[in-house]
């Protein structure tokens, strides 16, 4: 993370995060809302995860991971997307669980503090940070539009492809293309944790992203992106807080797992009061 891409506002309460949202309000353009994302370690990096070397300092290889769910993806799931539909098959590997070139945002800072304040299980003692990203000054090089994109845009369709074959040299994408786009909405999360997604051409991390090209005459090197620490002493305060006004795990992942990890949790208790009489 640079220096100049940390506020020196930390979020702590709600009353922060409000401070925290209008100070984004005051960076940004107001030609497209702010998008968000959390992170439990304030250290990671905003790369896509089929680019984060893996332990041993391997990578992932894309293409096979992509081209194994394509084979297998229609005997356990039924509503897969035509053959053929980029678009609609890598979203639906994001969705799965799949790492791939898409990286989770939400357009709900409330959710986005929520994964900031969950603990790294790697290093439970770090602070986590909560994102915020202009879409509409990331979309401009490559749709030529300041919104959040569609994600069947003609001019986002070379990202997409690129996942699932070597893509063609006359219609790749520049390098360290990243794009904001919609999601689909072909799964519960994508409505409950109000989703979207940046793709990305490489592993370069976003934060190391400079766009220097003349956005506004007014404001040639806008600000497009801001970081906000949530220290880790204030993590289970804000979890409580934001499961008080309904986000929460629950709230945000309505799957039949955490049904059953919430019934572990109550159903034990319940009988422990039912023999008691209670």
């Not at 300092?57 to 081209?67: F, G, K, V």
């Not at 990243?178 to 592993?203: P, W």
């Not at 003349?214 to 409580?240: E, G, Y």
């Not at 709230?251 to 023999?275: G, H």
Request: with cysteine.
């Amino acid at each position: 993370m640079r220096d100049e891409d940390l506020s020196t506002a930390r979020i702590t309460s709600l009353a922060t995060l409000e401070r925290a949202i209008a100070e984004i309000g005051s960076l940004f353009s107001h030609a497209t809302p702010a998008i968000w994302r959390g992170h439990g370690n304030v250290a990671w990096p905003l790369r896509a995860e089929v680019f984060r070397p893996l332990h041993d300092s391997h990578h992932y290889d894309e293409l096979a991971l992509t081209q194994a769910f394509l084979a297998q993806a229609e005997s356990r799931h039924r509503r897969c997307p035509p053959h053929g539909d980029v678009v609609g098959w890598l979203m639906l590997a994001r969705q799965g669980g799949l790492p791939t070139r898409l990286l989770d945002w939400t357009r709900n800072p409330l959710v986005a503090l929520y994964f900031a304040a969950l603990p790294d299980p790697a290093r439970p003692d770090a602070d986590g940070c909560v994102w915020a990203v202009d879409p509409g000054v990331l979309n401009l090089r490559l749709t030529g539009r300041r919104a959040l994109a569609a994600a069947d845009d003609p001019s986002l369709r070379p990202l997409f492809a690129a996942a699932f074959a070597t893509p063609d040299p006359d219609d790749e994408p520049e390098a360290d293309a990243v794009a904001a786009v919609r999601m689909r909405e072909v799964d519960h999360r994508v409505l409950t944790q109000q989703g979207c997604y940046t793709i990305h051409q490489d592993g370069k991390d976003l934060t190391e992203t400079d766009y220097r090209y003349v956005v506004d005459p007014l404001q040639p090197n806008p600000v497009w992106r801001r970081a906000f620490v949530v220290p880790r002493t204030h993590k289970r305060h804000l979890l409580d807080l934001l499961a008080a006004i309904g986000i929460q795990r629950s709230t945000l992942f309505l799957d039949l797992e955490t049904l059953s990890d919430d019934l572990k949790r109550s159903v034990p208790r319940l009988a422990s009061e039912m023999a008691t009489g209670f």
